[in-house]
């Protein structure tokens, strides 16, 4: 176990470079399975979310060989159908496998990924859309049983969910429609970046998928896809955090390799707060400059082009200290709030109800051990640690490495005293 040791009240300064999208890559990867031929992915974050993903498509029968950022793999002939629970239970993502597996196999056992502290992390909709094309589903023990004896065969099939579209939800149907017979017609798509990404992925293995990045994807079927070669977009999650990070303590920091379109919400608001962000010219840099009088905000998140779920945890952290009321309002997992008694531990004034976080800003935070919870949540942790007067210790860093690479080093490099020690606090 390793634990981080952030001594606060530092100031930011230079130019970081932003990663791979992990958010991408992972249904991206997944999508190899789809062809025997083999696949060149540039730019996939070393993470243990992509590590796990590559770990359970070695385990299935491919071969996985990752140098620095890319990623060669070749899954031919003899893939498995079925995936372990000890490695599905890792990571949630892997649901993701079902649409490669059933348009390869038109079989598949997967263990439920079951839910993780942001919420319930139900695969009704997922269900929906590989009974749509034909397969039938079982749901057992704990493994969801798919079989199509007779292949899949494209129809439309409307994806939306009582709380909005589903991202991974959209992706598996994408990948499970590019080998199905005819046409099959996506409606309330989810139109994420990460989403693009795939379907601009799939298109270079000889998909027809149209749409993407809109409600309405279409895809036609083909009889079989080829290897390709692709890079991976930015993780717009890393930079958004990244820019959080400058807005709070830095003295003019510059991040590189990201894409200011997929980040319009996000510097929109912090621009809203008095932040102030210059572009160049490709939209690939951008340098953040913080606000002399930094006002309060609300947030309220919404699918893309909405403000990201994935970005609510870090603002809050930037609402602590910022003087007034500010509100995040959380609509697509209502529960994802464990950052805030993290926060309040370090003097945060937080008050959540009913899906709600009500942040009134304070003078200053003070350092304390606190623990990760998820991803998302110690982002923000390590983001008020940074801020905080006096040393913080974050717990159970393993959460943190799941999606983001290197953060104490690239923190590290922008002047933070951040470094990771051995933890002797025990496990979960
Ligand atoms: C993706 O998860 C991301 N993960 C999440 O990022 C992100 O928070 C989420 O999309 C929303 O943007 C990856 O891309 C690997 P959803 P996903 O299906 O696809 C409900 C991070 O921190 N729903 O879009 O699993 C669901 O409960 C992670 O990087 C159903 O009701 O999320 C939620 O309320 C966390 N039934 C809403 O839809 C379903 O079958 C959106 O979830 C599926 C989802």
Known sequence: MEKLIVHG????????????????????????????????????PDVSDTNYMLQILNSLGASVERSSGTVRIDSM??????????QVRKMRASICLLGPLMARLHRCTLPLPGGCVIGDRPVDLHIRAMQALGAQVRNSG??????????????TVDMRGENGPTVLGTDNLMMAAVLAKGVTVIESAAREPEVVDLANFLNKMGAKIEGAGTRRITIIGVDQLTGCDHTV???????GT?????????????????????????????????????FNNRGDVVTIT????????????APY?????????????????????????????????????????MGANIKVDNGAAVITGVERL???????????????????????????????????????????????????????????????
């Open 9 to 44: 009240g530092c100031r930011l300064r230079g130019s970081v470079k932003i990663g791979g999208s992990k958010n991408a890559s992972l249904p991206i990867l997944a999508a190899s399975l789809l062809t025997p031929d083999t696949v060149k992915i540039r730019h996939v």
């Open 77 to 86: 002939d003899g893939i498995s159908a079925s995936a372990s629970y000890d």
């Open 142 to 155: 704990g493994n969801l049983y798919l079989e199509a004896p007779n292949g899949l065969v494209g129809t």
């Open 233 to 239: 977009i930015p993780d717009r999650i890393e930079a």
């Open 242 to 278: 990244f820019m959080v990070a400058a807005a709070m303590m830095g003295d003019g920091v510059t991040l590189r390799c990201i894409c200011q379109e997929h980040l319009e919400s996000v510097s929109a608001l912090l621009t809203e707060c008095g932040h102030h962000l210059e």
């Open 290 to 301: 913080p606000a002399h009088s930094p006002r309060s905000g609300k947030i309220v998140t």
């Open 305 to 345: 082009p909405g403000f990201p779920t994935d970005m609510q945890a870090q603002m809050t952290a930037l609402f602590a200290l910022t003087p007034g009321i500010s509100v995040v309002k959380e609509t697509i997992f209502p529960q994802r709030f464990m950052h805030c008694s993290e926060l309040k531990r």
């Open 366 to 428: 003070s350092g304390a051990p606190v623990m990760a919870s998820d991803l998302r949540a110690s982002a923000a942790l390590v983001l008020a640690a940074l801020a905080a007067e006096g040393v913080t210790e974050i717990h159970r860093l393993y959460h943190i490495d799941r999606g983001y690479e290197r953060i104490d080093e690239k923190l590290q490099d922008l002047g933070a005293a951040i470094k990771r020690a051995a933890d002797s606090e025990s496990g979960d």
